[in-house]
């Protein structure tokens, strides 16, 4: 399969251009969040840039570490403003934080962006939605950008519920990361299924319900214990 282009946009030469290195990782996120890494060449990423291949050689390197940049980009972003709404939150709630509060400090920011972020934003949601989901090394990728941030969430929800098991806070974060990124995919399942009633694009919906939703499994799964 040949990875969609961008007609009739001419090819820049080395040190032409605002800024040749974030046209290569806006094309290779697009595209990467399209067909995945094995679905996507250097050739094409260079043809969606308007670039020579060459050039995204003597900026990245291989192709892994290209996707590599392409994934740290914004990661780095998100687990910035993450920490800043869950330290945000705990500051203004004092001693009378909630697991939906907790929640929603973790989850919200992502909606933010995707709702008032630059287009590329939609396009890494998809990207991480789909490395999520890759079991031959996307644990690892995730492991490597989100797991402090994560260890961080979890640590903040036990001590909203310190009666806990630990193992269930993980086992609920398992369960809500599925969610959050399935509804951040947009992917318009929800609009077929729904036959028009829902919209996976509608962002406003999706922060009216998930926050509570996710709230109230983690309450399920901890009030199951004696």
Known sequence: MT???TPNRGRRKKGEGPDLRRAILDAAELLFAGHGFYGVTTRQV??????DTALIHYYFGSKRD?????????????NAVRREALAAYEKAAGG???????????IDPLI????????GWKNYFRLVALVNNTPAW?????????????HQFIDTLRRVMPHAELRDLYWGYQFLTGSMMLALSETGRIDQLSEGLCR???LAAV???LFDYCAAGFEAIVGQRP
Not at 46 to 51: C, K, N, Q
Not at 66 to 78: G, H, K, P, Q, S
Not at 96 to 106: C, D, E, H, L, S
Not at 138 to 150: I, S, W
């Open 3 to 5: 990875a969609p282009t």
């Open 46 to 51: 260079a043809a969606e840039a308007g670039v």
């Open 66 to 78: 290209l996707f590599d940049a392409v994934f740290a980009r914004r990661a780095e972003i998100l």
């Open 96 to 106: 009378q934080m909630t697991p939906n509060g907790v929640i929603a400090a973790f």
């Open 112 to 119: 933010e962006m995707s709702l008032t972020g630059e287009p």
């Open 138 to 150: 996307g644990g690892e990728t995730m492991h490597r950008y989100f797991d402090p941030l994560v």
């Open 200 to 202: 996976s694009t509608d």
């Open 207 to 209: 922060r009216a319900r």
